[in-house]
């Protein structure tokens, strides 16, 4: 029965085995096998955890069975579902390299409690995904184990950093996969890979067991097939964690649409969103979709965020500031890799020197430049400054509309290699997801058509802090009269 499991969204898989229609056991070796005949290929999984998936999968399956015995219907909320998680957050007994060297033989003693809360709904985690390094860039190709394919299109990048997380869930190498989004890692590879990809508010879901990039802007997100699958996930990792003091204790609840019409909705088109230098058939892709969401009952009206265009130099400020913090962790002495020398601060350099790869290092160093005695008030301090005016930005157009429709990148996926030589090539690619998490809101990454190359293209969504469920609900509303999201790659 296990023939065409793959092919079965989150919320169909838990259906299915909730009606006793197949075994968690089944359901994970359809995905085992799918991952050992494709990974090679795709290096989607950095780590394959057959063993432990296929024993927590038997123990889902006793839990069904002893509750159908005794006809107790409370079952834990994702009993038996398989879930990749991406290798920047911490699972008890699995390596987390991060992508990098340096954390080549680290594996950690404890789980992220995102992870956690999602153990202990009953998920079977297949394995670890690919990551640029720390989560840094937009491509996997930061990643020091090998670039990820992305599997609409093999010679072109996922996206990333979580570009391992949209494979895996693009080419049905896992239902849902978790990622991160520190300035557009999940909705950019969403994007590229025609996924459903949450980013959620910050503060929202705990970074604990997360390891650090960008510590005000990471957040942990969800790669998804569509809006209900990334809602059932956040639904089980959200909410207030003692153990991160930036989670909030009470989520408000904001308005959503519900059901199928979106009557009373406003939708802003920002028009720093539509700038040169974003492809005709995003744009018309976009469009188009935005037209589909007025066709179900919403108002469009144009609107302006001005401080756009300062998004993309106050982020790679900020974010290589505060990971040049985080990263000092990384000496040769507490974790991973060491070059042993007599002399401690020599087996400093040494360690890092071999265990970070270049762009680790550039962002090592702009950060340290930054927040320099001299230079602090100058880049840092105004970095922050116009922070504030980018979120103020949100805040005001949020009194006039209740999300924001955008594109989510400039293109469709670009090919392997294409910025090779340039990283602030690299970075323009970011441009559109920055501004949100410089502004701490949600977003979500929807896929809204196909190009002429038949690569898929990103519909974009913010809403207000805390309007996580607002965008799932548009998302599901779209979804119920699109089916972009139904597409599946040819392997
Ligand atoms: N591409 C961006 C960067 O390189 C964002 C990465 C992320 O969200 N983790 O920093």
Sequence with gaps: MSAGLHELSAKQALAGLRAGKFSSVELTRAYLERIEQHNPRLNAYLHVAAESALQAAA???KQYAKAKRSKSAKLPALLGLPIAVK???????MPATCGSRILENFVPSYTATSVQRLLDAGVVILGKTNTDEFAMGSSTENSAYGVTHNPWDETRVPGGSSGGSAAAVAARLAPVALGTDTGGSVRQPAAFCGLSGLKTT????SRYGLVAFGSS???VGVLARDAADAGLILKVMGGYDPRDATTVEKTPKLEKPSGKSLKGLRIGVPKEYFIDGLSA???NGVREAIRQLEALGAKAVPVSLPHTEYAL???YIIAPAEASANLARFDGVRYGLRVAQDDLIEMFKRSRGAGFGPEVKRRIMIGSYALSAGYYDAYYGQAQKVRALI??????????VDIIAAPSTPSTAFRIGAHGNDPLEMYLEDVFTLPANLAGVPGLCVCAGFDGQSLPIGLQMLGPHFADERLLAVAAAYQKVTDWHKQAPAL
Excluded at 87 to 93: H, M, Q, T
Excluded at 202 to 205: D, E, F, K, L
Excluded at 391 to 400: A, E, T, Y
């Design 281 to 283: 058939e995003v744009e």
């Design 217 to 219: 802007l990471d957040t």
């Design 202 to 205: 910050y503060g929202r879901v």
């Design 313 to 315: 130099p106050v982020y």
């Design 59 to 61: 123990a889902a399956d």
């Design 391 to 400: 979120r103020r930005d949100f805040d005001n157009v949020f009194k006039k």
């Design 87 to 93: 290798d920047v957050l911490a699972v008890a007994g």
